[in-house]
T-cell receptor
Framework: AQSVTQLGSHVSVSEGALVLLRCNYSSSVPPYLFWYVQYPNQGLQLLLKYTSAATLVKGINGFEAEFKKSETSFHLTKPSAHMSDAAEYFCAVRTSGNTPLVFGKGTRLSVIA | DAGVTQSPTHLIKTRGQQVTLRCSPISGHKSVSWYQQVLGQGPQFIFQYYEKEERGRGNFPDRFSARQFPNYSSELNVNALLLGDSALYLC???????????????FGPGTRLTVL
């Protein structure tokens, strides 16, 4: 069975600073990995997904993530944080198109002016 | 194009009651999945439906049931509500279940259920 661990339930950064949100996965087969963002009182919005075509994945709003098989990681980064990035971020894994997403517990990102 | 829509937005029920939540997928999407998100946790999979058939079920009791209609909309029913059922219920739609990793799930805004 696959699982996801997100290190740090809350991350706080200054505006303009690097954002790094950590995600490690466990899967017995090659995984498909996703990052979703959830703004207060809203549903989940897809930021990016790993499709096995390239290990560095670029998403919306300037976010990117790098798949590292040797480290079983899929960390999310953004070079410069904006106030509008403050939200809850979820890493998720699935093993095929017909299996459900398995989510981590989420990381709340705060951006300080 | 309209995204995934869910109704109602908020709902307050008492223990023992029954509730029905509704979801309309993105036009052209034939698969609907339901997730439960308890406060402070990530979403947990409840059901997936494709072409009106159940294609997957998570670790939830039989009090939870769902169905999909010919127009691909879906309902989630929860009987004999418990305090622990209080959560945000998310619906996600996708084109199919057989498209591999390209089958992205798009989420609706959710229904916030409070059980008193």
């Amino acid at each position: 069975a696959q699982s996801v661990t997100q290190l740090g339930s809350h991350v706080s950064v200054s505006e303009g600073a690097l954002v790094l949100l950590r995600c490690n996965y466990s899967s017995s087969v090659p995984p498909y990995l996703f990052w979703y963002v959830q703004y207060p009182n809203q549903g989940l919005q897809l930021l990016l997904k790993y499709t096995s075509a390239a290990t560095l994945v670029k998403g919306i709003n300037g976010f990117e993530a790098e798949f590292k098989k040797s480290e079983t990681s899929f960390h999310l980064t953004k070079p410069s944080a904006h106030m509008s990035d403050a939200a809850e971020y979820f890493c998720a894994v699935r093993t095929s198109g017909n299996t459900p997403l398995v989510f981590g517990k989420g990381t709340r990102l705060s951006v300080i002016a | 194009d309209a995204g995934v829509t869910q109704s109602p937005t908020h709902l307050i029920k008492t223990r023992g009651q029954q509730v029905t939540l509704r979801c309309s997928p993105i036009s052209g999407h034939k698969s609907v999945s339901w997730y439960q998100q308890v406060l402070g946790q990530g979403p947990q999979f409840i059901f997936q439906y494709y072409e009106k058939e159940e294609r997957g079920r998570g670790n939830f009791p039989d009090r939870f049931s769902a169905r999909q209609f010919p127009n691909y909309s879906s309902e989630l029913n929860v009987n004999a509500l418990l305090l622990g059922d209080s959560a945000l219920y998310l619906c996600a739609s996708s084109l199919s279940v057989d498209r591999g990793f390209t089958d992205t799930q798009y989420f609706g805004p959710g229904t916030r259920l409070t059980v008193l």
